[in-house]
Nanobody, 118 residues
């Protein structure tokens, strides 16, 4: 059974930092591309970042490029998103998703909420 579980969401002040984690189980984590996708209140899904199975290269949406870093620990079956210099537009539910290559993002976690506010 494929399971993705995000954690690390919190209330953070503008300009602050936060690290999200996504614990994966039920599949060979090291064989898959992984993504972070977010959904701001009242808005649609926005792709944030992606990482190859072995951890590089990485890809980012223009809205987070230079501020966010994606990484993974294949020994721990865990995906990370380091968020720096956050602003109010980063307020969203953040989801990790597995990329099945053929069918796109086929499994998603339930999300973790990041709120940027002073």
């Amino acid at each position: 059974q494929v399971t993705l579980m995000e954690s690390g969401g919190d209330l953070v002040q503008p300009g602050g930092s936060l690290r999200l984690s996504c614990a994966a189980s039920g599949f060979t984590f090291s064989s898959y591309w992984m993504h972070w996708v977010r959904q701001a209140p009242g808005k649609g899904l926005e792709w944030v970042s992606a990482i190859t199975p072995n951890g590089g290269p990485t890809f980012f949406a223009d809205s987070v490029k230079g501020r966010f870093t994606i990484s993974r620990d294949n020994d721990k079956n865990t995906l990370y998103l380091q968020m720096n210099t956050v602003n109010s537009e980063d307020t969203a539910h953040y989801y990790c998703a597995r990329d099945n290559t053929k069918n796109g993002m086929d499994y998603w976690g339930k999300g973790t909420l990041v709120t940027v506010s002073s």
